[in-house]
């Protein structure tokens, strides 16, 4: 342990209001969800004489809200209360399964969905979920309150798109129109548990009677410096017959919408290419 | 201040707000059971239940604990009188060198007394956070499995 | 039978309840009083000579104890094997992470805040980073040719063999470095008490230590004591490097006048100390069609880093290991152990046998395409059995269990008809996996190499006490593998007492005498040895003195004051004796390596996801002749446990070096199994006795880490039909290798 607790000054707002107003107050100040990404850098010794905001009492945040349209998941709540949610479980199962293997049970007691997404990790478990079923992120800071949807949230590698003093209230999930006629979710990691993953899918499927795609919303992470939707594969698949030639040509235009690379956990041409496969096992309605 | 309860006892911790739950335990309170392996909330020695839930204490600054209930290993058995858990772990091998062990316990524990599912593949899944170099995990499943049932039995 | 009242049967480990209650105390649970925090500054170039030290005047350097390699009383050297290895590099470093200064101060984070504050400036000189660069000498590192030993076996008539024989197979064999990973990090603290210089820690040799710190601070065995605290698993990574980081808080607690404890945190530990050998063995095998072995040439190269340490015996244990289980009549075996500028590598559970004896057994499923026979009856044909003749000559007289292990674990597997139902499924192209089941054997020596135990000379004892109590004397460590629990047993069984009265000494240079290392699978079948003999002598003395063993209480107190006359104690101590018919020859390196072997097969039962490619291991079966189980449950625990860090070996781990460091130094990037990645385990103990082990036992500790990689090779070989050479078998390397 590196860290230096006594370097660091805490502060404890009671109250959403009040934590905007103490960022505010410090530029540069760290917000302190759950903890469990943050206290790992800390442990380093590489926050040493920071000031951190603690959000930990801000009770309006822990809360998730149903709408009939919609379900409001505020930015503290962690992906073990995600999990029991019984509306949650019903309307939006990839996220369920995918808060199911972040980490392992003690991350996911503590890690919160707010501060998986302000994170910002290129391997994020929640964020393919959340791209496909199109997860609007409420923001509040000195200026007020914004929404940003998710595919305008991520800015990059470890980056977003909040301003300097902007916290995130809650993710907003649309409940679709329509059941869709598909859905799955695959995380592939370095291990059965506690992993980070290589390459994780999310997708979403609807069909016409007549068997066509009425719309499909794909999705990867750890592909690219953010997640990423599938746009090219997305437009291919629209009001085409699902068949294996199809599935082929949406996965050759995988690479229009990601780029892997090579680092500590895989390599590029693994990625793409068991990226493939789980998009064309998907598309094809194989079970693994 | 930062006010704790832990293992049913109320504690003022007066040290640095920031400073790590497993810290104020083991240097602070001298609950030394916890332990820390890895720093990085990724071997699961250092677990500790906070309001019930195992947490990995090394990840937690005591300011966001304050006034929450803790448990330790410490609150389980004592050598002259081990819990249920603690025997089966003692009769069917699930401790060898005994560092992973009270983190091990701790995530058992909650586990069963949540009412979690006792198959192979559940106690499983309820310990992936707490890794183990000396066993190969199946004598602490079966510690676990064994404990569940001979509860089953008692009751 | 008074005998056996504990021998054989699973008593309950003996420091058990103080190890689940968190009462067991670990070095950093101890609260030593005005203890400081001691921290290491390393070199962050992998060669080079250091110009210049520079420490930030703003920084309080008075508040601090700051050690360099100026300030060693005796020797700068970490005394092993070989006097290569500074304990501060003193103006040259070798390798990343190489020591260079010490810092202690009252406070934890103040202390790594000064190490932050110390520039070292360097004039870099060339590095070999790998075997190659080490070979093509990129950088002379040891001698004029960097080799830090080599060894040659030659039996019968090589080229006499390969004339011989129908077919000729050849290979290569790569295996990868591997992290002990023990969970316990290192930790030692050091302190002055009355002139003696006391060290305590998580450690596996006590006597190593002393040695080290004998020469380092220029003192006799008397003014240096070293105690063993609980031990948070070693499995190897706890036999050497723990004199370093000793000999660190010595020189520390000297130069501060006070305790200082040095704890390293997990990503110190993991890059700057020992790993498994990297190794490649090259196989060239002469069969003859109905695939009688007559040939055997075999190269082997490990990669030793940057200091000698032990690779000289690893190297050893490995060569010794290399031809496998198998009788040949022609073999050559020729090793070599290089050094490159990285961190040493050193001793882990099997000692360069695993990596051999991958080779030995993954050229089997080659010879298998080659000649059109499957590897089990190519196996089964030139397996050793008793009276075979092994590759340094040795007759192997008694304690052959390789054979029914191997019939065991086909039976309990289902091994032939796995093999045709795997077929047909992957003939099945719909199927979402490939399926693969693959057989591994092996033997595995215990105790030291050759001579070792006689150049030990290893010591154990009993002692009764005048208040009643009997205790085992042995330097011999618990380390999670259930030594103190097996030595009460065999000493009690030897005395025929209750196990109840028997009391395990901590591992004290002051009390215990020198048992040797706890390595080399020797801690049963040898020093349980001692203990069983020295514990003959306290019963005889007991019969002879006090007309019988007690069976009470109070006739023990009786007894115990007869036999202690008025002393406070009465020691029983024996010396390693060599069995009479144990013979080697260091110089031609023929002869009996080893006084006897264990065995073990293991039949891996796997499926490789298409889609994917993660394996997954659905079921082991193994069946393991340890000669006897001393205590069945702790001997299971040592084969599951063994056999999966085989496993994380085989399948995920492994180190990933830039520029001569792990950069994968977190438990969070070096993967380890955790409980979902492993699968369940069917496990046969067999029992060959060995006329030689206390009760017949053999050694366990490294045994179940040879066989778990060649298995899973040849399973991923059934499954996909690929050879694959290099592991860890990643996703990654699977679906390179089918493209």
Redesign the interface.
Known sequence: MRGDPRSMTVLSPRSAAEAVRSLAENAGALPLAGGTDLMVVWNLGLLNGKVVVDLSRVGEWKKISVAKNAVRIGSLVTHSEIQRHAVIRARFPLLVQACSVVGAAQIQNRGTLGGNIANASPAGDTFPPLAVYEAVVHCVGPDGKRVLPIDMFFAGVKKTNLKPGELIEAIELPVPATAPSRAAFRKVGTRAAQSISKTMFAGLLWLKKDGTVADARLSFGSLAPTVKRLRSAERLLAGRRLDAATAAAAAAVLTDDVSPIDDIRSTRDYRLEVSRNLLVQFLEGRKR | MITLTVNGRKKKFA??????LI?AL?EEF????????????????C?VL?DG????S????A??A?GRRIE???S?????K?SRL?ES?????G????????GM?M?AHSHLKAGGKTD?ES???????????????????KSVIGAAKKGAKRK | MALMANVGKSVLRREGPEKLTGRALYLDDHAIPGCWHGVTVRSTIPSGRVKAVRFDPSFPWKECAIVTARDIPGKNVVTLIEPDQPLLADGVVRHREEPILLIAHPDRATAYEAAKRVTVEYEPLPAALTLEDSLALKNKIFKDDNVFKSYLIEKGDLAAGFAQADFVVEGEYRSPAQEQAYIENNAIAAWEEDGVMVVSGSLQCPYYVVKALKALLGRDETKVRVIQTVTGGGFGGKEEYPSMIAGHAALLALKAGRPVKIVYDRHEDMAATTKRHPCVVRQKVGLKKDGTLVAQDIDVLMDGGAYATLSSVVLSRGTLHAAGAYTCPNVRVRSRAMATNTPPNGAFRGFGAPQTLFAAELHWEKIADVLGIDSLTLKRKNLFQLGSVTATGQILRESVGAQECLDVVLKRSKYAAKRKEYDRWNKDRGNPTWRGIGLAIAHHGAGFTGSGEVYLASRAGVAITRDAKIFVLAASTEIGQGTNTMFAQVAADAIGVPFDWLTVETPDTHKVPDSGPTVASRTCMVVGGLVRRAALQLKAALEAEHGRVPKTPSDLKKAAATLCAGKAARRFEVEYEKPPEVNWDDKTYMGDAYGCYSYAAFAADLEIDKATYEVRVRKVTTAQDVGKALNPTLCEGQIIGGSTQGLGWALLEEPVYKDGVMINAQLTNYIIPTSLDTPPFDVTIVERPYSRGPFGAKGVGELPMDVPAPAVAAAIKHATGRLMTVFPFTPERIAEALS
């Not at chain 2, 389980?76 to 002259?80: D, S």
């Open positions: 040290g640095a707000p920031f400073t790590r810290d083991r001298r609950l030394t059971g916890t332990k820390e392996g890895c720093g990085e909330g990724e071997c699961g020695a677990t906070l839930e195992p947490v990995n090394c990840l937690i600054p300011c966001s304050d330790t290993v410490e389980l058995g004592t050598p002259e081990l603690q772990f003692l009769v069917c091998g401790a060898q060198c005994g560092i992973c062990t009270p316990l995530s192979d106690v499983r899944t309820a310990l992936a956070g707490n890794l183990c170099r000396c066993t190969g995990y199946q004598d602490i499943v």
